[in-house]
């Protein structure tokens, strides 16, 4: 119980209609979405919508000023909230009433989400629908207000909304920002004609991400632009390009325009089929002879201040022996603490294993999807972009696209 229970129970009993003076357990942060510009909070209609009217950290009924309105439910006396369980089921995410006494409500109540969905990725940011069922859609939303999406100019809404998002002098189409490759609401600096349905872009969206084109010029093409991989689910987690076989197949298996030595993965300490952007012959059979030369060398081939076995190129690599360490599937399964010295982690606890983009079977939390469906796809304890997985600490490593 609440500590000001005691306070409000004595004013229920002494019959005061509720008009003590707020104490300090009545602030608090808003506990529902949307921008909050004080109003009263005491009619049937404001004590019923699912917002803090009043900005005071309560909502509806669990609001004292609330306490005389009769449309308030019995779980409710006079702002005392009693709780009538979780707030998890599809009946209980359904019914208008705080179950849990959290202050949130239905799809308002993170409990919820199973059953709502979710709305904090780029592509959910983007799309025109409220997917966490909560009454705000997109940017409006304060689940998405981190989202590089709603930062600016970076979304098909955002580019065919009428306004100056980012604050640069330039609205829509105008902006440089909104000619992107997976912008379809815009044709250069004008608005597409016949301008496209929110319904289409998902559509258009995959076909200019997947085209193998550079449809906006800038030497960028499908995954390797950065306005595909904000808005286009298909190049959430494609597979790695940084194996002697990914390098030497002819395709492009990361999706980002560059194939085998043209690409950066490919150019990596330990990449033995490649000399930089030069193709190098090696049989398959000798892949990991020629891989172990490079990592046991001492030369820094790559230039990237990391030698040898100090080098991810060679540490994570699927053909390298001489680093030990978990960076196979086998190795990441055998339920042996591989690394030389042990490090205490075994397999799929050990960041080798589970951030290693050549290792398969250890549960991720990584893709647009793993990071934006409000479940603990690695069993680690953290969700979505509280994870690491998803949104390393600024300088440990790049965040999942879904957590920009």
Do not use: K
Not at 114 to 119: D, L, R
Not at 227 to 249: I, Q, T
Not at 373 to 379: C, I, K, Q, R
């Amino acid at each position: 119980m609440r500590i000001r229970s005691t306070l409000i129970l004595t004013c229920v009993l002494a019959a005061c209609a509720c008009d003590r003076p707020p104490s300090s357990n009545d602030a608090g942060p808003r506990v529902d979405s949307g921008p909050c510009t004080p109003a009263p909070e005491n009619t049937a209609a404001a004590c019923g919508d699912m917002i803090d009217n009043d900005c005071d950290g309560h909502v509806d009924c669990n609001d004292n000023d609330c306490c005389a309105v009769a449309t308030c439910p019995a779980t409710t006396t006079c702002g005392m909230c009693t709780s009538t369980g979780a707030e998890n089921t599809a009946a209980a995410c359904a019914d208008g009433v705080d179950n849990d006494c959290d202050g949130f409500r239905d799809c308002r109540d993170r409990d919820c989400t199973a059953i709502c969905g979710v709305e904090n990725s780029n592509p959910a940011c983007s799309d025109g629908v409220d997917n966490n069922m909560n009454s705000f859609i997109d940017c409006m939303d304060f689940d998405c207000e981190d989202r590089i999406v709603c930062r600016g100019e970076a979304s098909n809404a955002t580019c065919s909304d009428g306004m100056d998002n980012d604050g640069d002098g330039d609205t829509d189409c105008a902006d440089e920002d909104c000619q992107d490759e997976a912008i379809v609401v815009c044709d250069g600096a004008d608005a597409a004609d016949p301008l496209p349905a929110p319904s289409a872009w998902a559509a258009l969206i995959t076909t200019r991400c997947t085209n193998e084109d550079d449809d906006d010029g800038d030497g960028r093409v499908d995954c390797g632009e950065f306005s595909c991989l904000w808005n286009h689910a298909g190049c959430d987690a494609p597979p790695a390009e940084r194996s002697n076989a990914a390098c030497s197949d002819e395709v492009d298996n990361d999706l980002d325009g560059l194939v085998d030595c043209a690409d950066t993965g490919c150019q990596a300490e330990g990449i033995a089929v490649c000399d930089g952007t030069t193709a190098v012959v090696v049989a398959p059979a000798d892949y990991t002879t020629a891989s172990n030369a490079e990592c046991d060398n001492d030369v820094n081939e790559d230039g990237n201040d990391h030698t040898d076995c100090a080098d991810f190129g060679c540490s994570q690599n699927p053909d390298v022996t001489v680093c030990g360490g978990e960076n196979t599937n086998a190795r990441c399964m055998d339920g042996i603490d591989n690394d030389s010295p042990p490090n205490g982690f075994t397999d799929c606890a050990d960041f080798s294993c589970s951030m290693n983009p050549n290792v398969t079977v250890c549960p991720r939390e990584r893709s647009y999807d793993d990071c934006s469906n409000g479940m603990d796809d690695d069993a680690n304890g953290f969700i979505d972009c509280a994870d690491f997985s998803c949104a390393p600490p600024e300088g440990s490593g790049s965040p999942s696209p879904a957590c920009f």
